[in-house]
């Protein structure tokens, strides 16, 4: 079995398990099968990722040849985002266990079903090379996301799984439109092939509507600043472990349909100039990360309070993107993988902290410090990494922005930038604040350490991001690719 | 005139599309707002059918002294899109069953200021 056969198993092994996994009894086994296919996955994504940099896998499903039939085409790009995807969910599985025994006591075969799904889903979307499938895995990806949101044991989860699922809807239907358009234009829904016979008709105005429906469409998965509404509340409500999943996979997965499509559909050359996206994307991108960070500095629940700050991480992402150059691609690349290694360790911390505590509010964080320091610690380490202080990921990532805004002489973002990063060290402080520098209150009764199951995954990616802060072979190297595989010859065939 | 006739399903598109969004945005009852959704959906799907139609052309299936066929391709498109609006209904109209259970109500607009209370 070669590469390129073996690699749609990473989509196939969830899906399939999520099948078994329904009809699962009991709280081990749904666990048990999903953790073997999620890492069966994230081991296929990571022999994918090497093959896929060398040259583009291309698989055609059926046996139909492409572009009649759907193909899987895998270049460093995508497999670089799968790797991302599959890889935060074995992470995040051995740690899922406990908190999930606690948050979604019943039904949790049902419940690890829907994980699978979601999961397929979201490697379904970065694999695939077809816009049409493309809209079906973001739509398995997004109803299965809609049900473990709800799953939260507070009312609200409800309301901000019914309100993810509005919006979110709307979403995917604007990407439907935009296809539509595209193929009605084209007659083909190859991406490949969509690449190819694009120039041809690209300046009507089907065309840059069809752009103008999909930037919308995805800017409201990705949740950039004007669209993000939906992120707060879904990210808050949802069990722990649902938020540590999304908030290092969904949003990421989203940017690169819009990276895809703006720069290997329409090309740079084109979809830069036709519609004014470098400076739309710029000011909504500045303006989610004052507004994120701002907003975060005051929120009382711990929980809500990442979740702005995720609003302000996508913009640094979008930042890059607008700058359109390989290295400002790199680093919003580099970015959405950094991100994700740090928000997930922060998001697994609070959730330890909600096991302990049985809350994620700031006032339940007094005195902390000190009864429970391996995960304070974590806390306080993963967030010197959302800071960006040098040997942590997140310097990495912001280096390589800073270095794409001074190539274009745009030295005022640099200075936006810096100021975003000292906001995030305020909201970050008033946790640390908290746990260390104030007493815990008589009347809360006493807790202990963590359990290990939990402190350890999370001090895995606490070291993950530190180790991807001194070695930056992997990541550095993966964006570049990506980045060039996007912005250079585009998908060669 | 003709244009505007022979354009018809289109416009007709763009009306569903605006009265399903306009219910999704304005409507503050949760079933209001699932079937705005699906107006809304099912005007892309009248879109991309429309897109399959070929003047003369007939149904596609290979057949003698048939030149010209319809594109079935939409079609079976739109039949997935289809599926995935049901499941997107049946999600929304389950989770607003739900909401209904704990809150008594389906009106999105006093739901929000109601938990403010529960955040201490």
């Known amino acids: ?493 | 005139m003709m244009t505007v006739l022979s354009f018809f399903n289109y416009w007709i598109v763009v009306v569903l599309m605006m009265i399903g969004f306009y219910c999704v945005i304005a409507r503050g009852n949760m079933v209001k707002k699932v079937m705005g959704l699906n107006l809304f959906q099912t005007s892309v799907f009248i879109l991309f059918i429309s897109a399959g139609k070929i003047v003369g052309g007939s149904t596609p299936i290979v057949r003698e002294g048939v030149e010209l066929y319809s594109n079935p391709l939409p079609h079976v498109l739109i039949l997935t899109a289809i599926v995935v609006g049901v499941a997107t209904t049946a999600v929304g109209l389950a989770l607003t069953v739900r909401i209904n259970e704990a809150y008594g109500s389906i009106e999105d607009d006093h739901l929000g200021d109601e938990d403010d209370g529960d955040e201490q």
């Open chain 1, 1 to 493: 079995m070669t590469i390129t056969e073996l690699m749609p198993f990473s989509v196939l092994v969830p899906l399939i398990a999520s099948l078994v996994c329904a009809l699962l009894p009991g709280r081990f086994w749904p666990w048990a099968v999903t953790l073997v296919a999620t890492i069966t996955s994230a081991v296929i994504a990571a022999i994918t990722l090497p093959a896929a940099a060398q040259v583009t896998l291309s698989y055609a499903f059926g046996n139909w040849p492409p572009p009649i039939g759907i193909e899987y085409r895998v270049d460093a790009a995508n497999a670089f985002v799968a790797l991302l995807v599959a890889g935060m969910a074995a992470v995040a599985l051995p740690w899922a266990k406990k908190s999930v025994d606690r948050e979604v006591p019943e039904r949790q075969g049902a419940f690890y079903a829907l994980f699978l799904l979601a999961l397929s889903g979201l490697l379904g979307i970065t694999l695939s090379g077809d816009a049409f499938n493309i809209f079906v895995f973001l739509e398995i990806s997004s109803l299965a996301t809609y049900g473990l949101i709800a799953h939260g044991s507070d009312r609200r989860a409800l309301l901000a799984s019914f309100r993810y699922l509005i919006m979110g809807t709307v979403g995917a239907t604007f990407l439907l439109i935009g296809i539509g358009f595209l193929y009605v234009m084209t007659g083909t829904l190859n991406l490949a092939d969509l690449a190819e016979r694009l120039p041809e008709v690209r300046d009507t105005s089907t065309v840059r509507a069809a752009l103008a429906f999909i930037i919308v469409g995805m800017g409201l998965k990705l949740a950039m600043l004007p669209l993000h509404l939906w992120l707060p509340n879904a990210y808050t409500y949802a069990p722990s472990f649902v938020t540590v999943f999304l908030a290092g996979t969904a949003t990421k997965v989203a940017l690169y349909v819009m990276l895809r499509f703006v720069f290997t559909v329409f090309a740079p050359d084109w979809s830069f100039v036709v519609l004014p996206l470098s400076t739309v994307l710029m000011i909504l991108a500045v303006a989610g990360m004052f507004a994120g960070s701002w907003v975060a500095m005051f929120q009382p629940n711990i929980k809500r309070m990442l979740a702005y700050s995720s609003v302000a991480q996508v913009g640094y992402m979008v930042l890059g993107v607008s700058l359109v150059s390989i290295v400002g691609l790199t680093a919003a690349f580099l970015h959405l993988f950094n991100h994700a290694l740090m928000k997930t360790a922060l998001f697994m911390a609070v959730g330890t902290v909600i096991y302990q505590v049985g809350s994620g509010h700031l006032k339940d964080f007094r005195g902390l410090g000190r009864t429970m320091p391996w995960t304070l610690t974590a806390f306080a380490l993963a967030g010197l990494s959302i800071i960006g202080v040098p040997l942590t990921a997140g310097f990495v990532s912001k280096w390589y922005l800073i270095q794409a805004a001074l190539d274009q002489g745009q030295w005022f973002l640099v200075v936006l930038i810096l100021i975003t990063s000292l906001m995030a060290i305020v909201y970050i402080w008033r946790v640390i604040e908290a746990a260390w520098f104030q007493e815990r209150p008589g009347n809360q009764p006493a807790v202990g350490e963590a359990p290990l199951a939990l402190l350890i995954p999370t001090w895995v990616l606490v070291a993950l991001n530190f180790y991807f802060g001194i070695d930056t072979r992997l990541t550095v190297g993966g964006a570049t690719a990506a980045a060039e595989a996007l912005l250079g010859g585009g998908m060669a065939p």
